[in-house]
């Protein structure tokens, strides 16, 4: 059976050479022990401290070089906690996000006012302890602010040097079209597995343009991926568990494709970093799409 040999690397923006298995940092928000990672409200950073940083310099260990998070993931800190884990971030990408605002625990509000998204970056940036971030995604578009104003405050922060990379979150193929038409986009980050395929086109429009595609929740393990599934099927056939075939596929899906899972585990960590190692022949892929 003949597999397919897929890039290990990805150039991000042209000029950010990253490992194509990052990691999420939102899972590190909350505390999985008081409820359950469904109803998580990212709110707060994680009872044990220690073992979070200990997870984050593993990840490092094991070659992740992109970490995503956002400032609005318990209110900035876990920005804080990545900078206490990593910093100076030593051959590590950081990716953040502004443009939510979090009234309360269960509130996700979008704020695209361009003022808003400047203080934002300037207090990322001192959370994170840089100078410039490596790459800085629109969290969600602001339907109440002109778009050309939330992607313009962006463009301008990257002239000035604060900002590496400019990336957008949750965004279809005609808003990535117009954004990309007053500043470069270098990524795009939805929601996207292989039981949430609602955004194949633009899989595939990232895929043209060589925009990096960070799906969200890369790992979905429901019936599909369950006994007797094509997912455990393949699964067995090539030696790897369930989600790091899950994964595998992702990478086979697209040269563009950058999964971050997250997880508060380092044995999960370390079986989803290890789909890097996972070949899939044209069959396999094809059984489990």
């Known amino acids: 059976m003949t597999t397919h040999e897929i890039d290990q690397t ?95 625990p269960t509130e996700w509000v979008p704020l695209g006012r361009p003022e808003y998204l400047r203080q934002q970056t300037e207090l990322s940036l001192r959370r994170l302890r840089v100078d410039r971030i490596d790459l800085l995604q629109l969290h969600r578009i602001d339907p109440t602010v002109p778009l050309a104003d939330q992607i313009g405050a962006l463009h301008r922060l990257r002239e000035e040097g604060k900002v590496r990379h400019i990336g957008l979150s949750e965004v279809t193929v005609a808003e990535l079209t117009a954004a990309a038409a007053i500043t470069p986009i270098a990524a795009v980050q939805n929601l996207y597995n292989l039981a949430a395929r609602g955004h194949d086109d633009v899989v595939d429009h990232a895929a043209r343009e060589g925009i ?43 040269p563009t494709i950058i999964p971050i899972p997250g997880t508060t585990s380092v044995g999960h960590l370390e079986e989803n970093v290890g789909a890097l190692g996972v070949r899939l022949s044209a069959e396999q892929v094809a059984r489990i799409r």
């Open 10 to 104: 990805f150039l991000l923006g042209g000029d950010l050479r990253v490992n194509r298995i990052g990691y999420g940092t939102m899972r590190l928000s909350d505390d999985p022990r008081t409820r359950p990672a469904d109803q998580a409200h990212i709110w707060r950073t994680p009872a044990d401290r220690a073992a979070a940083v200990t997870l984050l310099r593993r990840a490092v260990e094991l070659g992740v070089t992109l970490i995503d998070t956002a400032d609005s993931y318990a209110l900035g800190g876990t920005e804080e906690l990545l900078a206490e884990a990593l910093h100076p971030f030593t051959g590590v990408a950081v990716a953040t996000k502004v443009g939510v605002v979090r009234p309360s």
């Open 212 to 254: 990096a595609f960070l799906p969200f929740f890369p790992i979905a393990m429901g019936d599909h991926a369950g006994a007797g599934s094509p997912v455990a099927e393949v699964a067995a056939e090539v030696g790897a568990t369930a989600a790091q075939t899950a994964l595998a596929w992702l990478l086979h899906r697209s």
